[in-house]
């Protein structure tokens, strides 16, 4: 072929390239690799909607999205951030945050949230867990687990009871609607993981005095909640739940037996998170299930800790600019709205409060506990401590060694007062 019939065909493929959306090439695709935590089949097909649309609205990225069973997520997760394998957004939560500050795995997005026009649109508690852990933009939140009482309103209506509005009472109306002979049994106790979150809100709802509530195991002269009279006696009354009014093998269980234990209704009582509403509505009839507030303890008072958890970004990712960019779009106003319908969350900007979807029915225990903040107060366990993660295994370690009777209540008490006296005075700040 001549060059002078070869010089159209040329031209016109120029013309044709240019014509192309960047991304066509191999050279210009940028693929982000993105991983989540708290994994359900559910959640992970509502984030994945999320990512398409990503993908449509920016052309020429991709986004892998990694999925690990809920057992050993966050262990894949810090091995993939040890190892810097190829990783750019990843779910943060409060409990794995100061682990991945202290190592450096996650980068501080100031400057992106600093020309960030959403900010003015969250709640103000939103906005604070933006710098809560480590005081700089490690994570942008994604919505709120606070807790709320989950009770079976076919057991309570039958034997003519009203939900309990204080601990005493739960642990009452439990250990009546114990009948083991049929399965049957009051509370679900969480012995197992994550057994002494339920420890602190128990003691904290029985602390007199000022709780600091950005560190809420410490009062404002500086002691522990562990070493008050009242804790001795929470700390009695929370194993009575596990022994008067709860299943034996609750000893072990965690989020997902506990949670089971209510909805199959071996158990009438629940303490836990606003995702479980949706599991309520699919495995519960319609009716035969409530919400209420949270019990309070002999102040009037109880500390219900708003946890949450959000998206951040590696210190290592090679695509820094596109990863902002996709936790932005998963933060928008649209985006947060959808995820915490579907996920059952509390949304992180303020406009949900006029949302009918969180104002009315299961939700409503929310919002009465929101406008009355002076009763159920919001603490924050002392996360931003080095010894925190540690902390976690060594209580719940502890607890159970109460419960089977080989650790003293107060040797539980002494113990804990110490680790975090320590804490305090060697200042293990990251």
Known sequence: MTMKRLLPLLLAAALLIGLLPAGVFAEDAVKLTMIESLT????????RKLLDKFEEENP??????????????????AQMLM??????????????????????????MDAQVAAWPNMDNLLQVAKDDITRIGGKAYLIPYGFYQRILFYNKTAFDAAGLEPPKTFQEM?????????????????????????????????????????????????????TIFSTPEALQALKDYA???EDASPPDSLNWSYPEMVEGFVSGVTQMLIQDPEVIAVCQERMAEGTWATSPLPVGPTGKSYGPMGYAGWGMTSY?????????????????????????????????????????????PYAPYMEMNANPDTW????APQQY?????????????????????????????????????????????
């Open 317 to 361: 990712s090679k695509h820094p600019e596109e990863a902002w960019k996709l936790i932005e779009f998963l933060s928008s106003e649209e985006s947060n709205m959808t995820f915490c319908k579907e996920n059952g969350l509390l949304p992180i900007y303020a406009s949900a409060a006029e949302d009918p979807f969180f104002g009315t029915g």
């Open 240 to 242: 009575a739940l596990y």
């Open 386 to 430: 080095q010894g925190w993660g540690a902390y976690m295994k060594r209580a719940n370690d502890d607890l159970q060694k109460l419960i089977t009777g080989s650790m003293t209540h107060e040797e539980v008490l002494a113990g804990w007062d110490a680790y975090w006296i320590d804490q305090r005075d060697n200042a293990k700040k990251i």
């Open 60 to 77: 020429g990225v991709t986004v892998d999205l990694i999925s690990p069973p809920l057992d050993n997520a966050d262990d894949k997760i």
């Open 171 to 223: 642990h009452d109306i439990g250990a009546q609607l114990v009948d083991a002979a049929s399965g049957k049994y009051g509370y679900s106790f969480r012995g197992g993981a994550g057994g002494q979150w339920y420890a602190d809100m128990q003691i904290q709802a029985y602390t007199p005095g000022d709780i600091d509530p950005t560190a809420a195991y410490f009062l404002a002269d500086g002691s």
């Open 83 to 108: 190892q810097q394998q190829e990783l750019d957004v990843l779910e943060v939560r409060e409990q794995t945050a100061t682990q991945f500050i202290s190592n450096q795995f996650i980068q501080d």
């Open 377 to 380: 107060l919001c603490a924050f």
């Open 40 to 47: 359900s089949p559910a959640r992970t097909e509502v984030i």
